[in-house]
């Protein structure tokens, strides 16, 4: 595998369901990003991790929580998602932080019934 | 508010000629201009970048032009070609020091064989 990978690609849940998202970068970068698309909006940046710390959450609400156990791999735990939650959720990476090229993945479309 | 805007949701160019996508900007802290393509069912992919130092920037058949005073920034692509057809996205960043790239909405380019 190259580049940015993330599973599962399409995602269909209930708001009790507990669900993970999962994104591995295989680029040898040392940040990576979870962002949101919803329909005619922009991309939203959710968070952002770097040396697995978190650096930054846009105010997002709790019912999202992310993990970055090392710097390869990121993931996004959903839980009692609202149907207003469904999108394409992105993973990206990449080296070092300000202004560094991001490498996206090919995103899971979520939908939240 | 949108701090960085794509007007054009969608622009029809014929094969062979030049397509021009616009972005325009209102944070004047933004410092650094990317443009991504993305496929359906697949992430963004970087395309092409500028710094505000500069006023121009060509890679290949890609140019992108930065004009500062007027806080906007075009992407010129010639000659078009029909698998350019995709989503162009303009993104920025602030002066150095956050990971943030704030995305507009993206303009469907449609190239007609």
């Known amino acids: 595998e190259t580049g940015v990978t993330q599973t599962p690609r399409h995602l269909v849940m209930g708001m009790t369901n507990k669900k993970s998202l999962k994104c591995e970068q295989h680029?040898?970068?040392?940040?990576m990003y979870w962002y949101k698309q919803s329909a005619k909006k922009p991309l939203e940046l959710m968070f952002v991790y770097s040396l697995e710390e978190r650096v930054e959450n846009n105010s997002v609400p709790s019912r999202f929580s992310p993990e970055c156990p090392n710097s390869s791999h990121l993931f996004l735990h959903l839980h009692t998602l609202q149907p207003e939650d469904s999108a394409l959720y992105l993973c990206?990476?990449?080296?070092?932080?300000?202004?560094?090229?991001?490498?996206f993945g090919p995103g899971t479309r979520l939908l939240v019934l | 508010d949108q701090q960085v805007k794509q007007n054009s949701p969608s622009l029809s160019v014929q094969e062979g000629r030049i397509s021009i996508l616009n972005c325009d900007y209102t944070?004047?802290?933004?410092?650094?201009f990317l443009w991504y393509k993305k496929y359906p069912a697949e992430g963004p992919t970087f395309l092409i970048s500028i710094s505000s130092i500069k006023d121009k920037n060509e890679d290949g058949r890609f140019t992108v032009f930065l004009n500062k005073s007027a806080k906007h920034l075009s992407l010129h692509i010639v000659p078009s070609q029909p698998g350019d057809s995709a989503v162009y996205f303009c993104?920025?960043?602030?002066?150095?020091?956050?990971?943030?790239?704030?995305f507009g909405t993206g303009t469907r380019l449609k190239v007609l064989a």
């Open positions: 990206a990476s990449s080296q070092g932080g300000s202004q560094e090229t991001q490498y």
């Open positions: 944070n004047s802290m933004f410092d650094y």
């Open positions: 680029l040898g970068h040392n940040a």
């Open positions: 993104a920025a960043s602030p002066t150095s020091g956050t990971y943030k790239y704030i």
